[in-house]
Nanobody, 128 residues
Framework: QVQLVESGGGSVQAGGSLRLSCAASGYTYSIYYMGYMGWFRQSPEKEREGVAALYIGGGSTYYADSVKGRFTISQDYAKNTLYLQMNSLKPEDTAMYYC??????????????????WGQGTQVTVSS
């Protein structure tokens, strides 16, 4: 079983930055042996959407069009942690952000159905 714990959310003004962290534990091996890890977000008026994902094996990254050029996903294997650096934040980025992981290696990277481990979420609020 894998436990994922997000942190780093908060309130920020438009144009500001936040860095989300997702600490993984409970897995026999490090996140290095995951297939994909990703960040998703959901607000009350929208369905959950994939924001960014990382193919652990090859290092490929995937981003939603709405965040390309502003968000960066990365990992620290030594700390067993996934990050999401968010710059130039906009009010429309306001949402609960979730970390997700899967051992599967053949999924749609930004599709939530492919992930089987989820964190509890961390709230990001961007004011104008």
């Amino acid at each position: 079983q894998v436990q994922l714990v997000e942190s780093g959310g908060g309130s920020v003004q438009a144009g500001g930055s936040l860095r989300l962290s997702c600490a993984a534990s409970g897995y026999t091996y490090s996140i290095y042996y995951m297939g994909y890890m990703g960040w998703f977000r959901q607000s009350p008026e929208k369905e959950r959407e994939g924001v960014a994902a990382l193919y652990i094996g090859g290092g490929s990254t995937y981003y939603a069009d709405s965040v390309k050029g502003r968000f960066t996903i990365s990992q620290d294997y030594a700390k067993n942690t996934l990050y999401l650096q968010m710059n130039s934040l906009k009010p429309e980025d306001t949402a609960m952000y979730y970390c997700a992981a899967t051992t599967r290696t053949s999924i749609q990277a930004l599709g939530s159905s492919g992930y089987n481990y989820w964190g509890q979420g961390t709230q990001v609020t961007v004011s104008s």
